[in-house]
């Protein structure tokens, strides 16, 4: 996970490999550290480098649009892989946190 730079309330966070039971608690206490600045307010997932996310990774991202919601703030994701998307359209993650752009490689399937 790298963190780019935080601009005024936002920080985007680059996402890589695989967001799944065996990573979700150490990516959990990473965004939890960045999330503890109390001016971030809005967090924005690059997740064109995460090629696999399970259950447990929907867990983690449901948990820090939760602490996010109670700012006021918000969670977005960006550059998400084809099954990722599928995923987030399959369990209506799209619903609750806003994709930024297109999914990643034309088809939305």
Do not use: C
């Not at 967001?19 to 206490?29: E, G, K, M, N, P």
């Amino acid at each position: 996970m790298q963190q780019a730079k935080a601009l005024q309330d936002r920080v985007t966070v680059v996402l890589a490999g695989e967001l799944d039971h065996y990573t979700a608690s150490q990516i959990r206490a990473q965004l939890d550290e960045i999330l503890q600045d109390p001016t971030l307010n809005h967090l924005v997932l690059d997740m064109g480098n995460l090629t696999f996310m399970d259950s447990s990774g929907i867990g983690v991202l449901l948990g820090r649009l939760r602490i996010l919601q109670m700012r006021g703030g918000s969670l977005s994701v960006k550059n998400m892989q084809p099954p990722i998307a599928k995923l987030f359209r399959l369990t209506g993650m799209h619903r609750v946190i806003t994709v930024l752009d297109e999914f990643k490689g034309g088809q939305s399937e």
